[in-house]
């Protein structure tokens, strides 16, 4: 299925390689799950990536693109849902490793401890559930 929001898909990308078949496939559930702070429900999530990850398995895919930042959040569940042979990519690494490339030519790359700041506003189970994580200690 072509979809015309995949704009940054090469559009050379079926002439140069006609073995190749991308499939596009929004996950509108999942990024609304997000932005309202619902993943801590980790088998409600786990239910609505196996509805998609179904559907797109069925087209016998070796490779999953996470092509919106949404999704790597939720990369080790995926990972867990996914069969062996299937290849998972998040550009993540990539982009962050350009954006530390491009400011350390800039000369703007900091190089003291980072500092971390939080700010809640009237969402004291997401506070709760973000410090037990102990992410930063």
């Not at 703007?108 to 939080?118: D, R, V």
């Amino acid at each position: 299925k072509k979809n015309p929001r995949f704009q940054l898909l090469p559009r050379t990308a079926p002439e140069k390689y006609p073995h190749i078949e991308i499939i596009a496939q929004d996950w509108p559930q999942i990024v609304e799950e997000i932005e309202n702070n619902k993943t801590f429900n980790l088998a409600r999530m786990q239910q609505i990536l196996q509805k998609y990850l179904t559907k797109l398995l069925k087209n016998d895919v070796d490779h999953i693109l996470l092509a919106c930042t949404h999704y790597a959040l939720l990369e080790a569940q995926i990972r867990h849902l996914l069969p062996p042979q299937v290849h998972l990519i998040n550009p993540a690494y990539t982009v962050a490793a350009s954006v530390q490339q491009i400011l350390k030519i800039n000369q703007s790359l900091s190089t003291s401890p980072p500092e971390y700041h939080f700010h809640f506003s009237g969402a004291s189970d997401f506070k709760q559930q973000i410090n037990s994580l102990s992410l930063f200690s």
